[in-house]
């Protein structure tokens, strides 16, 4: 190794910073990847809950229907 060329030093130098950047891109991707995934696991539960809170303001208009029959048949 000592008998290297400034060259081939600067060579060695770049291609290890070539192999970095490939394996950090690669890394990068795949949380990008992982992060829309993500992303799309939300908007499913967001769209759920969504759905949930109308469920449940339906059946609190039905309960209050419910109650107010109720009162009124007591009088």
């Known amino acids: ?7 081939e030093k600067l ?3 770049v291609s290890q910073i070539l ?16 992060l829309v995934q993500e992303k799309a696991q939300m908007e499913l539960k967001d769209q ?7 469920e449940n303001a339906k059946k609190d208009l039905e309960i209050e229907e419910i109650v ?4 009124s048949i007591l009088g």
């Open 1 to 7: 190794m000592q008998n290297q060329t400034s060259l």
């Open 11 to 13: 060579s060695d130098k």
């Open 19 to 34: 192999q970095k950047y490939h394996a950090v891109k690669g890394e990068n991707e795949l949380l990008r990847n992982e």
């Open 48 to 54: 759920e809950i969504e759905k949930l809170t109308q």
């Open 68 to 71: 107010n029959k109720i009162e």
